[in-house]
């Protein structure tokens, strides 16, 4: 049997000066180890993903190449000049950029500080603006894994399902991190999550926030308005005074509304409020 391999591949960790500051997965040692075709399905859908982190970091890997570039446009301007400490501090910049270390955007030299200044603002931006994609890529990851662990299960494949599961789990500080975000592991946590924004047919909405003790209050009260319980990961029964239970289906965890009926047929939909 294989060892479970969740290492980073040279080409993925290569230039992600930006994605190791908020950290990888780490698979806990110990988990175990992957049978031959475990094996094989899991570095198949490890490579899915290194593909998909590979086009969402493109542009960091071009802007780092341009940076290079102009690094040593002005290492090559300074010794036509015969500036020899200005040299030096470029190859120092140069070897602390290879090294992993952003630049500070500071220097004795203008333009050396200019280019630091403009790297880290144009990083700044791509790192906000890839954080969607990066979420959604390692909760597609996740989502594989943990089909993986469910079929491997229920073939009897017991060490391997255990394995592939732990590596499942430590996806989650990751998302979570890059989110800002609780990672919804389950029903319970997509509802205690939010508030809710509920809505009777043909009446104006109102929010819900539920709590722990399995009541909800409406809007900024205090005051208990509906009891509330999960069945099965799929439904969830809300008890409303004037109409009773009230029986939400749950599609999926990343469901952005629920529709609802009470057993008199009365319609009603629920949704994360704004």
């Excluded at 446009?73 to 910049?93: P, S």
């Excluded at 047919?201 to 539920?210: A, D, I, L, N």
């Amino acid at each position: 049997m294989k060892p479970l391999r969740f290492v980073p591949s040279s080409r993925l960790a290569a230039g992600l000066l930006w994605f190791t500051s908020i950290g990888l997965p780490v698979h806990h040692a110990g988990a175990g180890e992957l049978s031959p075709a475990a094996q094989l399905e899991h570095d198949l859908i490890s490579g899915t993903r290194d593909d998909n982190l590979k086009k969402i970091r493109q542009p960091v890997v071009d802007l780092d190449t341009k940076y290079k570039a102009a690094l040593e446009k002005r290492r090559v301007e300074a010794q036509d000049a015969g500036k020899l400490d200005l040299v030096e501090q470029i190859d120092g910049a140069i070897k602390s950029f290879a090294d992993g270390t952003p630049p500070a955007g500071e220097s004795t030299d203008p333009e050396l500080a200019k280019l630091g200044k403009v790297y880290i603002e144009q990083r700044a931006k791509l790192e906000a603006s890839s954080k969607p994609a990066l979420v959604e890529a390692w909760t597609f990851h996740r989502r594989k894994l943990e089909a993986l662990v469910t079929r491997l299960t229920k073939e009897g494949k017991i060490e391997d399902a255990k394995a592939v599961r732990d590596e499942a789990a430590s996806i989650d500080d990751t998302i979570a991190k890059l989110s800002g975000k609780q990672v919804i592991k389950s029903a319970r946590d997509l509802i205690l999550s939010t508030k809710w924004e509920v809505k009777p047919q043909g009446e104006r909405p109102w929010t819900v926030k539920f709590r722990e003790n399995g009541t909800a209050s409406r809007g900024d009260e205090t005051a208990v308005v509906w009891k509330w319980k999960i069945e099965d990961e799929k439904v969830l029964w809300c008890h409303w005074i004037s109409s009773g239970w009230i029986k939400f289906e749950i599609p999926d965890l990343s469901a952005s509304k629920f529709e609802g009926v009470s057993k008199g047929g009365e319609k009603w939909s629920m949704s994360p409020a704004n």
